[in-house]
């Protein structure tokens, strides 16, 4: 009797994997990622296995290979951005860039970076225009400023957040579990410069044109229902390079670095230029400066 | 009791090893950037000319060449930047200019250089001697006199752009190379822009790899030219578009002033009609 239960019980999980490969994971995927803990708990075996879910889907529903890096922050960094709103002339190449980096979804239309049409002297963010589209760019009397999540190093989302979903990085990023978000989004209530998105349908990327280097807490494919936002492109950033919205810039309005290295072009911005940041009477210290040359 | 206790301690130990998260190993640090096919230089090389001249600016910290922690160009963070002379079209320009003829007559160019469009300056430089050495036609030269390289004509802009070399110099202005790298020529469509130029991979950390001015400002008409934005968002499903937006209301300084020797006009209330399409407070 006791030798029966005990082969029956042994052979549970060897029937559990036959059935599990008999639909390609797709049923042990989704299981996994609903019972899966928060990723700052998991052990890093727990975290491989969520990457191997997430690759596996990604083969599945979508046909392309991706890798899921989990790079942890860098030591002695914290990061920094700088645009010059003397040089925007508001040609909405980094919103293109981000898109194209980021797997957004492309029937959605979800786009990080919002940039903003001003009249000259006007500083009311109600006043701006968002939808502006002329032939040329600038327009007379206008100036831009392209607004994506600011990181404040005191974010009203991450304490707004009911499940923690949504934390503050070591290295200044507030990023997002989107497999631990539950879609409630008080966090873009809290957000007092609409930064995050959601998806309100499954993002859909043409397979040519998905990005394959993502990051766990960045670019990798968001299920329907999550909040998503800019997160400084975490995937290149940890890595040493720039983020996408800088590089496609064609004005090189954009500065990024370290704001702990004393040598770095972004310390050189705040220390020597006009600098300001928006709303900064709310006390969210975003650490997303503006500046003029 | 206890187990508070028992959580402060651990949320502090965590807090102290960095807060970080498991996953991979550190990744190290790039060293440089990649090998760059465009030819790079250490700049700044200096010569006797150079160091001549920061010499005699060294006690001079007042104006606006230092940063606010006083150092100069010369003083900056080591960084490269791209050479240029190997990417100019008809360089040696010895193979038409003898450096003995010059003409310097003021004159509309009908022979060679007819594309130029000469607008730097609100038109009123000339080539000889401001920027083009008449006797060595293959440097430029500067009002002191010194030969300039082509590699380094950054040096040549500086002298009168000496705000926007030093932003330059330390970062605040210009771009790094990189995989979007873009020139003076940027192509309209986004599509060519991403694959155009994936020389270097562009890095905010290690060595620094920048533009010179000359990639993206045309000498002879230097201002950037405006571009063709790319569309706009998509408005939220079920919602109009905002109604075109007249002149908005005027600001109290745009409205005309008082007459003089009179009393001042009445401040007639600025009320903004409400676009009568979706209200403003509506965003994505």
């Excluded at chain 1, 770095?264 to 600098?275: F, G, M, P």
């Excluded at chain 2, 150092?71 to 200019?97: G, L």
């Excluded at chain 2, 036609?137 to 802009?157: F, T």
């Amino acid at each position: 009797m006791l030798t029966f239960l005990a082969g029956l019980f042994g052979a549970v999980p060897a029937v559990a994997q036959k059935v599990a490969e008999a639909d390609d994971h797709a049923l042990s995927d989704a299981v996994g990622a609903l019972f899966q803990k928060h990723y700052q708990k998991m052990t890093p075996e727990e975290v491989q296995e969520a990457i191997a879910r997430i690759t596996r889907t990604a083969k599945r529903e979508q046909g392309v290979d991706i890798t899921v890096a989990t790079d942890p922050p860098l030591q002695g960094v914290i990061f920094g951005y700088a645009l010059n709103i003397s040089k925007c002339k508001g040609v909405r190449r980094c919103v293109e860039a981000c898109v194209a980096e980021n797997n957004q979804g492309r029937e959605s239309q979800i786009q990080y970076i919002r940039v903003l049409e001003l009249e000259k002297g006007d500083m009311n963010l109600n006043d701006a225009d968002h939808y502006f589209a002329p032939e040329l760019v600038p327009q007379p009397g206008k100036f831009y400023m392209p607004i994506q999540c600011l990181q404040c190093d005191n974010p009203p989302c991450v304490i707004a957040c009911p499940v923690q979903a949504t934390w503050k990085e070591p290295d200044g990023i507030v990023v997002v579990d989107y497999n631990w978000c539950i879609g409630c989004r008080y966090c873009m209530a809290a957000c007092p410069y609409w930064a995050r998105r959601f998806n309100f349908s499954q993002p859909k990327i043409p397979k040519e044109q998905v990005n394959t280097d993502t990051h766990y807490l960045g670019n990798r494919p968001r299920p329907r229902g999550v909040v998503e936002k800019c997160h400084f492109c975490i995937q290149r950033t940890r890595k040493g390079r720039l983020p996408a919205c800088l590089e496609a810039c064609p004005t090189g309005a954009r500065v990024f670095g370290n704001i702990l290295d004393p040598n770095s072009d972004i310390r050189y911005v705040l220390e020597n230029k006009t600098v300001f940041r928006l709303k900064e009477e709310l006390g969210t210290e975003p650490k997303f400066w503006y500046y003029t040359d | 009791m206890v187990p508070f206790a028992l959580i402060v301690l651990l949320g502090g130990a965590w807090g102290l090893l960095g807060g970080k998260v498991p996953g991979d190993g550190m990744v190290p640090r790039l060293q440089a950037a990649e090998p760059t096919s465009t030819p790079v230089r250490a700049t700044p090389p200096r010569n006797k000319d150079d160091i001549e001249l920061e010499q005699m600016m060294k006690g001079r910290k007042a104006i606006r060449a230092f940063t606010v922690r006083g150092q100069s160009i010369a003083e900056a963070p080591p960084f490269k930047v791209e050479t240029r002379q190997d990417k100019m079209q008809f360089y040696p320009c010895t193979n038409c200019h003898d450096n003995q003829f010059v003409d310097r007559r003021v004159r509309k160019l009908t022979e060679e250089h007819r594309e130029l469009v000469f607008e730097h300056g609100g038109g009123r430089f000339w080539c000889y001697d401001v920027c083009h050495n008449g006797r060595d036609m293959n440097r430029l030269i500067s009002y002191r006199r010194q030969p300039i390289s082509y590699d380094e004509s950054y040096k040549l802009c500086g002298q009168c752009h000496f705000e926007r070399q030093k932003d330059w110099v330390f970062g605040g202005h210009g771009k790094r190379l990189g995989a979007f790298a873009v020139p003076r020529n940027i192509p309209e469509k986004y599509e060519e822009l991403k694959v155009a130029d994936r020389q270097a991979i562009g890095t905010w950390q290690g060595e620094r790899v920048v533009h010179m001015c000359a990639s993206c400002h045309n000498p002879h008409s230097p201002a950037i030219k405006p571009y063709t934005p790319s569309p706009p968002p998509r408005v939220r499903l079920g919602l109009a578009p905002p109604a075109t937006r007249g002149a908005p209301a005027p600001k109290p300084w745009q409205k005309p002033g008082p007459s003089k020797g009179g009393a001042p006009a009445a401040i007639t209330p600025v009320s903004k009609a409400p676009a009568a399409g979706a209200p403003a407070g509506v965003k994505p």
